[in-house]
């Protein structure tokens, strides 16, 4: 949770609240029930502030920001009322806290802890909640806070994944447009943006605009971080993906090359990523008529995908198939 939560251990005065307050067309009532153990190791502070409190007889809980909440049940209850039962958790709950690792790994601590919540919804699936969590927070924020432009992109990857390309682009063109205004023009950040909208562009058919858009992140990312980054070889296979797509496979494959050295030189040997470049490369080189040099890059994708991945994999179906 990004906020505090009070709560109340006297069931019968939660829902004399909730049945007293009005209620519009587009809202439901909802009662969280919250089985939270005091002696579980990890677990965010709460406490009984009925002392504390203007009426004591409410028997105040109030529960700490950050508090992790797990799902259990939702049922609906008597006069329409939606019943959400869920657990505390430990901050070092295994499943959780993997989550929580990749949300911080990929996005960085301050992002993962507003947006946490909307992210972990999206990587679990959840892409409506998702958005739903995300839109209330674009709502609530100050305009001129610094998650804003976070919102809008996270917000542009949910609906990219419920398959609403031109939301998904506006989302991403709105955040590129505030990271313009704010950040300086040279800065990674925008560089990312620019990548997240080429990519959205490719989906809906603007290839000439996507490859713009992937040579201005290719750019901004090479004068940041150097020729021989990740993140350039992520960008030259986009643009190879496009130059394929355009016919023009002598400057795809030429992408693809050095996206696969930037890739052997970070990633060990066997990795997937280095499979599927050596895989589109033989694409490629097959397309151009160059059998020899695409079998050499079938056989390299398939020797690496038969160490790194099950044996039924469907990777390897599909490099088996182009051979």
């Known amino acids: 949770m990004n906020s505090f939560l009070s709560t109340t251990t006297n069931r019968r005065a939660a829902l004399s609240f909730l049945y007293s307050s009005s209620l519009s067309d587009n809202l439901e009532r909802v009662l969280f029930e919250i089985d939270a153990n005091p002696q579980l190791d990890g677990v965010k502070p709460f406490a009984d502030i009925s002392s504390l409190s203007y009426f004591p007889g409410e028997n105040e809980v109030l529960l700490m920001l950050g508090s992790i909440l797990r799902l259990v049940s939702i049922d609906v209850g008597e006069r329409g009322v939606s019943i959400i039962r869920s657990t505390l958790c430990s901050n070092s709950d295994h499943d959780v806290q993997a989550v929580f690792d990749y949300v911080k790994n990929q996005y960085g601590d301050a992002e993962a802890t507003t947006l946490s919540f909307g992210l972990v919804l999206g990587l679990m699936g959840k892409y409506n909640e998702a958005e739903k969590y995300i839109r209330c927070l674009l709502k609530e924020l100050p305009p001129d806070h610094e998650d804003i432009a976070a919102c809008y992109h996270d917000l542009g990857e949910i609906l990219d994944k419920k398959g609403d390309y031109d939301s998904s682009l506006q989302s991403h063109q709105k955040a590129l447009e505030i990271m313009l205004?704010?950040?300086?023009?040279?800065?990674?950040?925008?560089?990312?943006?620019?990548?997240?909208?080429?990519?959205?562009?490719?989906?809906?058919?603007?290839?000439?605009?996507?490859?713009?858009?992937?040579?201005?992140?290719?750019?901004?990312?090479?004068?940041?971080?150097?020729?021989?980054?990740?993140?350039?070889?992520?960008?030259?296979?986009?643009?190879?993906?496009?130059?394929?797509?355009?016919?023009?496979?002598?400057?795809?494959?030429?992408?693809?090359?050095?996206?696969?050295?930037?890739?052997?030189?970070?990633l060990p040997a066997n990795h997937p990523d280095i499979a599927d470049t050596h895989n589109n490369i033989g694409l490629l080189y097959f397309t151009l008529d160059q059998l020899d040099l695409a079998l050499e890059h079938f056989n390299m994708s398939l020797k690496i995908k038969q160490i790194c991945l099950p044996p039924n994999h469907p990777d390897i179906a599909m490099t088996l198939s182009n051979m």
């Open 181 to 266: 205004q704010t950040r300086r023009p040279d800065h990674p950040d925008i560089a990312t943006s620019y990548n997240s909208v080429a990519a959205v562009q490719v989906k809906t058919g603007n290839y000439t605009e996507a490859l713009e858009s992937f040579r201005k992140a290719f750019e901004i990312w090479r004068q940041a971080f150097g020729e021989n980054h990740p993140n350039i070889a992520l960008c030259l296979s986009d643009m190879a993906g496009i130059y394929q797509i355009s016919g023009k496979f002598a400057e795809g494959l030429d992408c693809l090359k050095l996206a696969l050295r930037i890739r052997q030189y970070h």
